[in-house]
């Protein structure tokens, strides 16, 4: 004798329901989205500052050599000839 047509669990019901549904995903990624949005812009926004910083400390060692120059007197330059 043959068993009952339908012999597949059905997927809601038990403990081991099987996975997630279609809006569980979405709302997680939603939730995920939301949280990194914000430190997607504060990672953004240090490495702006880092490169501004780097542009920054290459400009005060350019000075430094300007001043460093202008102060030297006229005749050390012509005396090592």
């Known amino acids: ?35 990194l949005a914000p430190l997607l812009r504060v990672y953004a926004s240090g490495m702006r500052l880092g490169a501004a910083g780097e542009r920054y400390a290459a400009a005060v060692i350019v000075a430094e050599s300007v001043l460093a120059e202008a102060r030297r007197p006229a005749n050390s330059t012509s005396s090592q000839n």
């Open 1 to 35: 004798m043959a068993g009952p047509a339908n012999t597949a669990p059905d997927a809601k019901s038990g403990p081991g329901r099987g996975g997630f549904t279609l809006v569980e995903v979405l709302v997680a990624l939603t939730i995920l989205a939301l949280a």
